[in-house]
């Protein structure tokens, strides 16, 4: 009984990602920018400690900025959150609780909004279908919101260990879904099999199921932790975030780029974001905002953003 459950749940999320792929937004031109400015708390997103407030991404167009956030009101552990503003000038509303069934009572975190309503996200709850569900293991799930009926019952993305899916048995952290002229590519963290959380990619099949996701071995330091990237809506740009050791890194938790000419090639070195971003606490979880121009992330229990400017001719 739980096998045939499991293989109706894999097939809904295969149906569910194959429609999914068609929604994905087509890759940017490629701009250039002027350097990340520095850093300040979010106006309206954060409530005082010791709550933590993390994992902050826009949606593709602006509007509504999530985070994972264990203020009062949650269902249990850390939940997502959302908060609204009519356009990109206006400040943001007071965060809202997405509610069930996107929150469990378990920890449910690093949400990824996507076109057509859709949202990726990290959970540790409990179910046939998880690959090794509790504290610190947590899978990548999907979901989809209509005005009219809100949200839909999450499906599990499927595990690696049974060629249905993404997810190990170790945690998963940050999933981000990028389509190039390659193929529609998701993005993520985990343990894997291993000791080092590593970033990851794996290649959407046309059924909408994942191919095996491999280690982005450009962008892992060995016996470090590389956690949570998100990739630029073309593409060309990713950030993440890293303990590596290097000569620029300004302690801790750093957020690290990494930046490609075109979709077919490596990525560059990462390189550190210096002072503007990074100081000596914890930053973690950045996004950056579907035109390039804001980059969202968690600094020791608060979420910030820094903003960039459109280089003169780019």
């Given at each position: 009984?739980?096998?045939?459950?499991i293989?109706?749940?894999?097939?809904?999320?295969?149906?569910?990602?194959a429609t999914l792929?068609l929604?994905?937004a087509?890759?940017?031109?490629?701009k250039?920018?002027?350097?990340?400015g520095?850093?300040v708390?979010?106006?309206?997103?954060?409530?005082?400690?010791p709550?933590?407030?993390?994992?902050?991404?826009?949606?593709?167009?602006?509007?509504?900025?999530?985070?994972?956030?264990?203020?009062?009101?949650?269902?249990?552990?850390?939940?997502?959150?959302?908060?609204?503003?009519?356009?990109?000038?206006?400040?943001w509303?007071?965060?809202v609780?997405?509610g069930a069934p996107?929150?469990s009572?378990?920890?449910?975190?690093c949400?990824t909004?996507?076109?057509?309503?859709?949202?990726l996200f990290?959970?540790?709850?409990t179910g046939?279908?998880?690959?090794?569900?509790?504290?610190?293991s947590?899978?990548i799930?999907?979901?989809?919101?209509?005005?009219?009926?809100?949200?839909?019952?999450?499906?599990?993305?499927?595990?690696?260990a049974?060629?249905?899916?993404p997810?190990?048995?170790?945690g998963?952290?940050g999933p981000?879904?990028?389509?190039?002229?390659?193929?529609?590519?998701?993005?993520?963290?985990?343990?894997?099999?291993?000791?080092?959380m590593?970033?990851?990619?794996a290649?959407m099949?046309?059924d909408?199921?994942?191919?095996?996701?491999?280690?982005?071995?450009e962008?892992?330091s060995?016996?470090?932790?590389?956690?949570?990237?998100n990739?630029?809506?073309?593409?060309?740009?990713?950030?993440?975030n890293?303990?590596?050791?290097?000569?620029?890194a300004?302690?801790g938790?750093?957020?690290y780029t990494a930046t490609?000419s075109?979709?077919?090639?490596p990525?560059?070195?990462?390189?550190?974001?210096?002072p503007?971003v990074?100081?000596?606490?914890?930053?973690?979880?950045a996004?950056?905002?579907?035109?390039?121009?804001?980059?969202h992330?968690?600094?020791?229990?608060?979420?910030q953003?820094?903003t960039?400017a459109?280089?003169t001719g780019?």
């Amino acid at each position: 009984m739980v096998s045939r459950v499991i293989r109706a749940h894999r097939r809904r999320a295969a149906v569910l990602l194959a429609t999914l792929a068609l929604a994905v937004a087509a890759p940017a031109a490629a701009k250039h920018f002027d350097a990340w400015g520095l850093a300040v708390p979010e106006t309206g997103i954060n409530v005082p400690a010791p709550v933590n407030d993390g994992c902050p991404i826009e949606s593709p167009d602006g509007r509504s900025l999530f985070i994972a956030s264990n203020r009062a009101g949650t269902l249990g552990g850390n939940d997502i959150w959302v908060a609204t503003r009519p356009n990109e000038s206006a400040p943001w509303s007071e965060p809202v609780n997405l509610g069930a069934p996107i929150n469990s009572t378990a920890n449910d975190f690093c949400p990824t909004p996507l076109e057509g309503g859709w949202l990726l996200f990290v959970s540790e709850r409990t179910g046939p279908d998880t690959c090794n569900a509790g504290p610190g293991s947590g899978d990548i799930y999907l979901a989809r919101h209509n005005p009219a009926h809100g949200w839909s019952t999450p499906v599990h993305l499927g595990c690696d260990a049974d060629g249905t899916g993404p997810n190990f048995p170790g945690g998963e952290f940050g999933p981000s879904l990028v389509r190039t002229a390659q193929g529609t590519y998701l993005y993520f963290s985990s343990f894997g099999y291993g000791a080092d959380m590593d970033i990851y990619a794996a290649r959407m099949r046309p059924d909408g199921s994942f191919e095996a996701a491999h280690p982005v071995a450009e962008l892992n330091s060995v016996g470090t932790a590389d956690f949570m990237p998100n990739v630029s809506r073309n593409g060309l740009e990713i950030v993440f975030n890293s303990n590596r050791p290097a000569a620029d890194a300004q302690g801790g938790q750093d957020i690290y780029t990494a930046t490609r000419s075109s979709t077919a090639d490596p990525w560059s070195m990462p390189i550190n974001l210096g002072p503007n971003v990074n100081t000596a606490g914890n930053e973690t979880r950045a996004s950056l905002s579907g035109d390039g121009h804001r980059l969202h992330f968690g600094r020791d229990g608060d979420v910030q953003v820094s903003t960039r400017a459109t280089a003169t001719g780019g």
